[in-house]
């Protein structure tokens, strides 16, 4: 398999469903029993903590990137593999993106939504050519996909946008795409992101 490092984005709540949390800790448990890394956020709390503390369980390796002024306020996790405390929010996400070999993100707020547009641009730019997930527990993110629909129908991005990234209804369907994932293709140059 050439994904063996896979960025989790997902809430620092645990939401309202159950469906969420359940989905959390068996994408975490899956990923670390199939010795594949997990990048995510660094937090202890919310969907962000099942995730890593089920990949830890599992025996799997966890790297958790966490900006200063999050960790100060204690929600940094401290039973990871690695956590690097950094400077800002624009290192941590550009760590997670090097860091990672695709992308997953699963139900969360405005800090998942900003992360994952941001993996999706930097796709449409040709920065980086990593499978991009979209793990939609109780369809949850479908008025996000209905308006991506509607953004390439008015004219402001092209028909093949949806084309970005993949949808899968839980995490055994993501782990199958993963394993089936071709290596990641790599800018003719390398370049920072």
């Known amino acids: 398999m050439s994904i063996r490092s896979v960025c989790v984005y997902c809430g620092s709540s645990l939401g309202e469903s159950q469906a969420y949390q359940a989905q959390a800790e068996i994408l ?10 997990l990048v995510y956020g660094g937090g202890r709390i919310g ?3 099942v995730v890593a503390d089920a990949a830890m369980k599992a025996g799997g390796e966890v790297v958790g ?7 100060d306020w204690e929600v940094g996790h401290t039973g990871l593999t690695e956590l690097h ?12 993106v090097e ?4 992308f997953i993100a699963m139900p969360g707020g405005m800090g998942t939504l900003d992360e994952l547009f941001e993996v ?5 730019l040709k920065l980086h050519d990593k499978p991009i ?5 109780e369809d949850y993110w479908h008025p996000l996909l209905a308006l991506i629909d509607r953004v390439m129908e008015r004219g402001f991005a092209r028909r093949g946008a949806r084309g970005f990234f993949d949808v899968v209804e839980d995490a055994e369907a993501a782990l199958k795409l993963l394993q089936a994932a071709p290596e990641p293709k790599r800018p003719d140059r390398p370049e920072k992101i």
């Open 28 to 37: 975490g448990e899956l990923l670390g029993r199939n010795g594949i890394r």
């Open 47 to 49: 969907l962000m903590g």
């Open 65 to 71: 990137i966490i900006p200063h002024h999050l960790h």
């Open 85 to 96: 405390v950094v400077d800002s929010m624009h290192v941590r996400k550009q760590m997670m």
């Open 99 to 102: 860091m990672s070999d695709a």
């Open 120 to 124: 999706i641009t930097w796709k449409q």
């Open 133 to 137: 997930l979209v793990l939609n527990v």
